[in-house]
């Protein structure tokens, strides 16, 4: 009995706000809370309604109330429900097909909950616009919680919708719900709608929709449902049939079952045991009634609207009044049903529920490791780990246990750890591994594990324990491999080569392809680093070359092989290599995986430093701006090379997201590194050297990054007019060049060596000096195929040449970089090059000849040398400029020393003087 929409006309407004923003481009998230019973399910059918008016497809999914049994429950109920034409589409990406009834759950290859996330994005993006709806989330599993955060993160510029209720009665303070509503309402695309109780002038409106009804029975309906809609229409039900009103919507409820029949009761009974939903011929069975007698019973049932015809059986038409039925049964009663149910059943996460609540604790445990193994098939590591565990908290109470397990207890718990660790919480995973028996295959994943928490100390001492226990050649490959990978960056890096050697040479005599591949890459970053470029080729060729099985492993050889050409400068091979992964990851849906999300970045890169400026933006446009975790905030970063290097509008805006995450080191060095570009373009060197300053802060003395922001912030030295801190950032630069980040010294790429040859120039630019030869091998080192640096190094080559008096030379250079910066639509550096030509008088077209031929150039005075020019011409003092330009009196008083040294003048007045002469003051 659902009564038409009453009181609820707000709340609608912001549900039809959000699906109209996802019409539009924008995607939105909205969570509706409220108590059980008070209109959620009823709002959000009206929502669907609209939607599917509008031409939305519409997936709609509910969780149960079994815990973390059933991993994906909602996704695979949205998607059985779902028309024809988005079933076969679901059928077409990877792993989602097995969510679907009839197919089987086949072996993967790894990363299976990764590869599910993006298999689920590429359907939403193929059938957009969606709107898709999760019930009752406070029963949620955790891999549909993680599956809700990732959507709420990663949907930002699709046609999405996605809508989740939830009972805000059923959320104690440690429920695991209450983190993640908690971190989702902070995010922009996140709406909240909470439901409260209905007034009693909407009561009795809403009371009126559902039939007849005097007033003093609307009086008393309204006074007892406390403004919760469900509560009415029960209330309104037994008022109808005659019935007193019990005070407690329990006893309400169960005044209604009782008017059934026996048979009819006990058939309730044994659907309230099922669940929320039950099929017919599973009814039929556990209620032992003939055929006839049953339909007649369930007829029964249906006409009290107690139960609803749902698909092929039959579901309470509210949980309220399963939960009811299931309390109010004896506890024999309920065991013997559970035990019925489990006789019956084959999904092993129903059965292990139901043996566990039938006292069966074989059956129990059995069921609890098959459901784990399910549901490592279908991707959901933590569903696995929690069935792994359950089991194993029941092995010291059955006989037999290794035989039903088909395993024992250490194989268990070590397959539980594994899952542990792929759902995220390498800490537990780390916990239970060092409970185990310390064979070399459990320490060598409690290195890998511990490595990946930075506990180095802890990963080597593990890595060892893994070598020196090894009983067989490929459990010796697989620790070998990863000890190698454990001293990569530490003070032991020398004892690389030799382990990884070994490593590959026990692997391949083993067969071993996984950590063949895992040795091979660990020996190419320590050969790289050496400068053996030929040899880290070499090998990650090898290891890219065939498929180990492992699609983590596959991923990284792709992306380390083409990371490799991308550091040499070889921007082709890079691309060719960086296109083949990225293909790899789309096609096993793994795009938003580790190694995935790095290919789409290093693409990235690649099309931004060959000047493919269109590719690249476009690119950029799926870096989401509204970030709220670290990895987000990496991924946002990048997408500020195009938009700094273009003047975007976007620049600000993501900057402001991004700040909060600035405590993180690479989110830092990515975001604060192109701030300061930012602020330069802005005219704000002071904040540019601030931002250099505390991205540099972090940053172990040696590190290959340090390079760029050392050239940045002398930049903005220059742009001051002060030489202050130029001599520790050429020698940190230096370091990095000379020593390295272990401090032997290595091999530094075609970019990096570019960078250092900029900063280099910018040190004599700082101290006034505009070298020319310098400026040349800017523009040189740059030219491996890096075309926006190219034109940027052109234009300081040019203001070089024009202070050496060489203006024809300078003129080409000029004209060559304002033919780059315009197509690439630079507009930044589009503005700076004109400012420049305007300067020197070289004409609009900065490539012929020029009114202003044979008239001296202008020194080579920066463009903020030129504002503080105009305002002394003006007449004003050091202090007054200082306050019209915002800028320290001291740093103004360091401009004007420059002013007079490159204008060869004497005087403040005689600098003007020479200034109009030139035309630098038109």
């Not at 939960?323 to 065991?335: H, W």
């Not at 010796?476 to 004892?495: I, M, N, P, V």
Request: net charge negative; with cysteine.
């Amino acid at each position: 009995m659902d009564g038409l929409l009453v009181g609820r006309s707000a709340e609608l407004a912001g549900l039809m706000r959000v699906l109209d923003s996802a019409a539009q481009g924008t995607a939105g998230v909205a969570l509706v809370g409220g108590d059980a019973g008070i209109g959620k399910t009823r709002l959000t059918s009206e929502l669907a309604a609209e939607a599917r008016e509008r031409g939305f497809h519409v997936l709609i999914g509910q969780c149960a109330e079994l815990g973390d049994a059933l991993p994906y429950l909602p996704l695979a109920d949205a998607l059985r429900g779902a028309e024809p034409a988005v079933r076969e589409a679901a059928a077409a990406h990877p792993m989602l097909g097995q969510l679907l009834p009839g197919t089987d759950n086949a072996s993967s290859a790894g990363l299976t909950q990764q590869r599910l996330f993006g298999s689920l994005l590429g359907l939403l993006a193929d059938l957009q616009p969606v709107l898709f709806v999760i019930e009752d989330l406070h029963w949620a599993d955790r891999s549909t919680r993680d599956l809700l955060v990732f959507l709420s993160r990663m949907v930002q510029s699709e046609r999405v919708c996605v809508v989740g209720t939830y009972r805000t009665d059923d959320l104690h303070r440690r429920h695991p719900l209450r983190s993640v509503l908690a971190e989702l309402k902070r995010l922009p695309t996140v709406m909240s709608v909470e439901l409260g109780p209905l007034g009693s002038g909407e009561m009795s409106d809403y009371v009126a929709t559902l039939g007849e009804v005097d007033a003093h029975g609307l009086g008393l309906i309204v006074a007892r449902a406390d403004g919760n809609p469900f509560y009415a229409e029960e209330l309104f039900a037994a008022m109808a049939e005659g019935d007193s009103l019990p005070d407690e919507l329990a006893s309400l409820l169960m005044s209604r079952v009782e008017l059934l029949s026996e048979a009819g009761q006990r058939v309730l009974r044994a659907a309230a045991v099922a669940g929320r939903r039950v099929e017919d011929e599973l009814l039929r069975e556990v209620s032992g009634l003939p055929a006839a007698e049953f339909e007649e019973v369930v007829r029964e049932i249906v006409s009290r609207g107690l139960l609803r015809v749902d698909g092929y059986g039959y579901a309470f038409r509210h949980a309220l009044l399963q939960e009811a039925v299931y309390t109010d049964l004896l506890p024999g009663e309920r065991t013997r049903l559970h035990a019925a149910f489990a006789r019956l059943l084959t999904s092993p996460a129903e059965l292990a529920h139901h043996y566990l609540a039938g006292h069966d604790l074989a059956g129990a445990l059995s069921a609890s490791v098959e459901a784990g193994r399910l549901a490592e098939r279908v991707g959901a590591p933590a569903e696995a780990h929690s069935h792994y565990d359950q089991a194993l908290s029941l092995w010291e109470r059955v006989r037999e246990a290794e035989r039903l397990a088909g395993e024992s207890r250490v194989e268990l718990a070590f397959r539980s750890a594994l899952m542990a660790a792929d759902s995220g919480d390498n800490h537990r995973a780390a916990t239970q591994l060092r409970a185990l028996p310390p064979t070399s295959r459990v320490s060598e994943r409690l290195a890998y594990y511990l490595y990946e928490l930075d506990d180095r100390e802890g990963a080597i001492e593990a890595a060892e324990r893994a070598v020196e226990s090894a009983e067989d050649q490929v459990a010796l490959a697989r620790a070998l491999a990863t000890y190698a990978r454990t001293l990569l960056w530490t003070s032991r890096h020398q004892e690389v080569e030799e382990l990884s050697t070994r490593a590959l040479e026990t692997a391949r005599a083993a067969g071993a392809r996984d950590a063949e591949a895992g040795a091979m890459l660990t020996l190419a970053t320590f050969v790289e680093v050496r400068g053996d470029l030929a040899r880290a080729h070499e090998l990650v060729d090898t290891a890219s070359a065939e498929g180990t099985g492992n699609l983590a492993m596959d991923l990284r050889a792709r992306f380390h092989h083409a990371r490799i050409h991308y550091e040499q400068g070889l921007l082709a091979d890079a691309a060719d290599v960086a296109d083949g992964g990225v293909r790899l990851a789309f096609e096993t849906g793994l795009k938003w995986s580790t190694y995935g999300t790095d290919l789409r970045f290093l693409r990235f890169l690649i099309h931004y430093l060959a000047g493919e400026w269109d590719q690249a933006e476009a690119v950029a446009a799926g870096f989401g701006a509204r970030v709220g975790t670290v990895p987000e905030a990496i991924l946002s970063s990048f997408a500020l090379f195009i938009e700094v290097a273009r003047g975007l509008p976007a620049v600000e805006g993501r900057l402001s997201w991004l700040r909060p995450f600035w405590p993180d080191e690479l989110v830092s060095y990515m975001s604060r590194g192109l701030a300061a570009e930012h602020a330069l373009w802005q005219g704000d060197p002071e904040g540019a050297l601030e931002h250099v300053r505390a991205a540099m802060a972090p940053l172990v003395p040696g590190e290959t990054g340090v390079v760029r922001l050392a050239a940045v912030g002398l930049w903005a030295l220059a742009e001051l007019g002060t030489t202050e801190g130029a001599d520790e950032l050429r020698a940190s630069a230096r370091l990095a060049v000379e020593a390295g980040p272990t401090g032997d010294g290595g091999h530094m790429g075609a970019e990096g060596l570019a960078w250092a040859a900029r900063v280099e120039a910018e040190w004599h630019r700082v101290h006034g000096r505009l070298d020319v030869e310098l400026w040349r091998g800017v523009v040189s080192a740059f030219d491996f195929g890096f075309v926006y640096e190219v034109a940027r190094a052109r234009w300081r080559l040019a203001e070089a040449l024009l202070a050496a008096g060489d203006r024809d030379a300078a003129q080409v250079e000029f004209g060559l970089a304002r033919e780059t910066a315009g197509k690439l639509r630079a507009a930044p550096l589009e503005n700076a090059l004109l400012d420049f030509g305007r300067r020197a008088r070289f004409g609009s077209g900065g490539s012929g000849g020029s009114s202003g031929a044979g008239v001296p150039g202008d020194g080579g005075l920066t463009a903020r040398e030129v504002e503080v020019l105009r305002l002394v011409a003006e007449g004003l003092t050091n202090r007054e400029v200082a306050e019209r330009l915002f800028i320290a009196q001291k740093t103004v008083s360091v401009h004007v020393s420059n002013i007079l040294g490159k204008l060869d003048a004497s005087t403040r007045t005689q600098a003007a003087a020479t200034a109009r002469q030139r035309g630098l003051l038109d």
